[in-house]
């Protein structure tokens, strides 16, 4: 059982900023990589950031480059996002993912993120 705890959502004017955090947890679980995928009613699932949990291979969409950025937590298995002067456009549910092995995908309940004035 994968269990997931997202955390840090919520409202923001544009410009503001926020950080989310996830932690993955379950039994006999090996977790190699992380991050965060955001969806909109508009638009389909999207990378926001992601990492291999060795701090190797961090990536992120175009759209969030400089103003976002992803890191590993001091709990295991866990990343945080700290994303910068929001815009109207990131309104969309965050999504975290986990990736075990490289063969297995886990994906957490959603955050949301609404970015308005």
């Known amino acids: 059982q994968v269990q997931f705890v997202e955390s840090g959502g919520g409202s923001v004017q544009p410009g503001g900023s926020l950080t989310l955090s996830c932690g993955v947890s379950g039994r006999s679980l090996y977790i190699s990589a992380m991050g965060w995928y955001r969806q909109s009613p508009e638009n389909q699932r999207e990378l926001v950031a992601g990492?291999?949990?060795?701090?190797?291979?961090?990536k992120y969409g175009e759209s969030v480059k400089g103003r976002f950025t992803i890191s590993r937590g001091n709990a295991k298995n866990t990343v945080n996002l700290q994303m910068n002067n929001l815009r109207p456009e990131g309104s969309a549910v965050y999504y975290c993912?986990?990736?075990?092995?490289?063969?297995?995908?886990?994906w957490g309940q959603g955050t949301q993120v609404n970015v308005s004035s």
């Open positions: 993912k986990a990736e075990a092995g490289g063969e297995t995908t886990y």
């Open positions: 990492m291999l949990l060795s701090g190797a291979n961090i």
